[in-house]
């Protein structure tokens, strides 16, 4: 939906997998993880001697076919889906992200976003760096080759690195023999380890291991670097910081059958949604949902209340996701053929409409209208977070504060924007309650402006402690 938060990226790995599955194992991984960007998608295999790559805009059905992935042939591989936070949209910026270091090729895979590219990007160049994207990804691995090539091993150059940038990260590099996996020291955005008959591999969400019939091992931790290499898998870490894990996903990014940070995603929605009527107990006829983002939360919602749970919309599955129209008056006829009310389930019914989140209200007041014109006797719009009103700069593509309508509105003025009988966001409080069973703190800066990270820093000092354990 265009009144949406926009998707961040996925991220995959695996190492020593066989010869001939190494690059379907990269391509299930990234098809389970489509729903976290649909811009470009990329995968990057290595054989031990070199690696090969291809990545190109659009979904990863559409980029990779049998002849390029029967090109992609190694025992390693990351792969990436992506949507834009950082850097320009296109092929270029797609990744993975390569380049040659002193002990040959790397590339990268990030999901995330730093807060302080511009002032490192511009050291970079100051230490004549060539750049060849607008990412900020791009900034990270060049900055690892740098202190490579000023001496530092790499998992010291990867240290150095984390102590300068600055942000929400999870980052997957690949060598020819070698890979590592690294998570910024808040816990910021999500990054799990799994295990395939005695391979490991790495995901954004645990969802990817249940394509190709992995295990879900444990969380990476925040400011682990995980080491990989034919000699066993070892951690290093430089010191975590105050834990802030990105509440959004359990709110809206991950797919509801993944697990993370020891939470199951349905259940937490589910909770979201109990959490709702317990804040509003608001009588209805009927609970629908707004598919599919609100769905579980409205089950949540029905099985508070005792509210009969019903379906009040038909989604077409075969429309795009309205935001990518080339206009507004396209994106909004978008939205008329994407959704359409069951007239015979909602007439002269009075409603309970739960969705996720409320952005800029356009398409929330298409879709309360909707409601009328099918004759819907009450709506009332239950939204299972709390009002958007910051923008976020972790990795989440957020509008600027002036198009978020809660940062100018309120909830009353939103309810008489969108139309509705009446309106309610899930308290601060409530989002917490639904989310205490989280294995790390949680981050609401969304909702209530609190950075962990400040929006513009030059970098971040970060004490490293020379930890090293053994894994698996």
Do not use: W
Request: proline letters at 3%; one cysteine or more; a negative charge.
């Amino acid at each position: 939906m265009f009144d949406k938060l926009h998707e961040e990226c996925g991220i995959f790995g695996i190492f020593g997998s066989p010869l001939n599955k190494t690059t379907s194992y990269c391509y299930y991984g990234l098809f389970a993880q489509q729903h976290r960007g649909q811009e470009s998608a990329g995968i990057a295999i290595s054989d031990g001697k070199q690696l090969h790559y291809y990545k190109d805009e659009g979904l990863v059905q559409d980029v990779f076919d049998s002849k390029i992935l029967s090109f992609l042939e190694g025992h390693s591989g990351i792969g990436h889906v992506r949507y834009a936070t950082s850097g320009g949209k296109g092929a270029v910026n797609a990744q993975p992200i390569l380049a040659s270091g002193i002990t040959g090729q790397i590339a990268l895979v990030h999901n995330g976003n730093l807060v302080n590219t511009k002032v490192l990007r511009e050291e970079l160049i100051a230490e004549d760096v060539n750049f060849h994207t607008s990412s900020d990804s791009e900034v990270i691995l060049r900055m690892i080759i740098y202190y490579m090539r000023n001496g530092q091993k790499l998992v010291e150059a990867v240290k150095m690195t984390m102590s300068r940038i600055s942000g929400g990260y999870s980052i997957i590099l690949l060598l020819e023999n070698r890979m590592l996996a690294f998570r910024d020291p808040h816990g910021i955005r999500p990054l799990v380890l799994g295990d395939l008959e005695g391979i490991p591999v790495l995901a954004s969400e645990s969802c990817a291991f249940g394509a190709i019939q992995a295990k879900l091992v444990r969380n990476i931790l925040p400011g682990e670097i995980l080491d990989i290499s034919e000699t066993g898998t070892k951690s290093h870490f430089i010191k975590p910081l105050s834990e802030r894990f990105c509440s959004f996903e359990f709110v809206y990014f991950a797919r509801t059958d993944s697990d993370i940070e020891g939470a199951n995603v349905y259940e937490t929605r589910l909770k979201m949604g109990r959490e709702l009527y317990r804040e509003t107990h608001i009588d209805a006829d009927i609970v629908i949902d707004i598919p599919d983002s609100g769905t579980t939360a409205a089950l949540g919602y029905s099985y508070e209340s005792g509210i009969q749970f019903s379906k009040g919309f038909y989604r077409n599955s075969y429309i795009g996701r309205t935001f990518i129209k080339p206009n507004q008056d396209m994106r909004e006829m978008g939205v008329n053929f994407k959704l359409n009310p069951i007239v015979s389930h909602v007439k002269g019914k009075r409603i309970i409409m739960v969705d996720d989140s409320i952005v800029r209200g356009t398409t929330m007041k298409r879709i309360v209208k909707s409601m009328r014109d099918a004759g819907a006797k009450e709506i009332h719009v239950m939204i299972s977070s709390p009002a958007v009103r910051h923008s976020c700069f972790y990795g989440i593509d957020t509008p600027t504060e002036n198009e978020l309508i809660a940062s100018h509105k309120t909830t009353e003025e939103i309810c008489e924007y969108i139309a509705a009988d009446s309106l309610h966001f899930l308290s601060i409080d409530g989002l917490g309650n639904a989310t205490s069973h989280v294995g790390l703190e949680r981050c609401y800066a969304c909702f209530n402006g609190d950075y962990i990270v400040a929006p513009h820093v030059n970098h971040t000092e970060i004490v490293e402690t020379m930890v090293q354990l053994e894994i698996l």
